[in-house]
């Protein structure tokens, strides 16, 4: 089944909207940080959203323990990148069958493929550092493309189990940072969020929702992080 070829795939269509402004990323022991064309540092959108569910992760690891969690979290990290890796991939029209990436990581792929070819197109652009001046935070947005024919900022995720829509709301305030950051840089608005989760040997999650829904709550987290950290 994973002996497939290019020609087998959907080809995606490219928008190509070109964010020409250069943003350097700085990745210090506090965290991640971006430094926009006129020298203001940005803290990462992801370090940031990351405070919401800062407690309940200190609380797993003591759980679980230090050396265990810190297992679970390097694994979990590294099938994050190598799922990533595909999904930029496909949807570049590169064949991910003739590269090197593993069959469980290919299977896993596999999943998520038929939610690629029957709902995403029009990519603008993916794997691109934005930034706002307006929520003072940068980052790395996964995709920007139609989804079902609706402009959307796509976040690929992975999960050792399904997520309930209520344990997630740090991945819709990030995608809605993206958002804004994109609108920004381009002048040009999206109004959905969608973020689809690769579940280990289950199927995977998509949760689409609405930009606005999450200014709020982006908004009072990017405060308690600015009244804690200074940035």
């Not at 003591?62 to 979290?73: L, T, W, Y």
């Not at 991939?89 to 003739?98: A, G, P, Q, R, W």
């Not at 998520?112 to 940068?138: G, K």
């Not at 969020?193 to 199927?203: G, N």
Request: aromatic share 10%; net charge neutral.
């Amino acid at each position: 089944m994973l002996n497939q070829n290019l020609e087998k795939n959907k080809i995606f269509r490219h928008i190509n909207k070109t964010i020409s402004e250069k943003v350097e990323q700085i990745n210090t022991d506090s965290g991640r940080y971006y430094q926009t064309p006129s020298g203001v540092r940005y803290p990462s959108i992801t370090t940031v959203v990351g405070m919401m569910n800062k407690k309940a992760i200190m609380e797993w690891r003591k759980r679980v323990g230090e050396e265990e969690a810190n297992r679970i979290s390097s694994k979990a990290a590294s099938r994050g990148t190598r799922v990533h890796s595909i999904c930029e991939d496909y949807l570049n029209n590169v064949d991910i069958y003739s590269k090197k990436y593993s069959i469980i990581d290919l299977e896993s792929f596999s999943r998520l493929r038929p939610i690629f070819d029957t709902n995403i197109d029009n990519i603008h652009i993916q794997e691109t550092r934005l930034y706002s001046d307006y929520l003072e935070v940068a980052g790395t947005v996964d995709c920007v493309a139609e989804y079902n024919g609706k402009l959307s900022i796509i976040d690929f995720k992975t999960a050792l189990k399904p997520k309930s829509k209520d344990y997630i709301t740090n991945y819709f305030c990030q995608a809605s940072a993206y958002a804004v950051m994109y609108e920004e840089r381009t002048g040009i608005p999206v109004s959905q969020i969608v973020i689809i989760i690769s579940v280990d040997d289950e199927q995977p999650q998509v949760f689409i929702e609405k930009r606005d829904n999450y200014i709020p709550k982006l908004m009072e987290v990017r405060k308690e992080y600015k009244e804690v950290y200074g940035l």
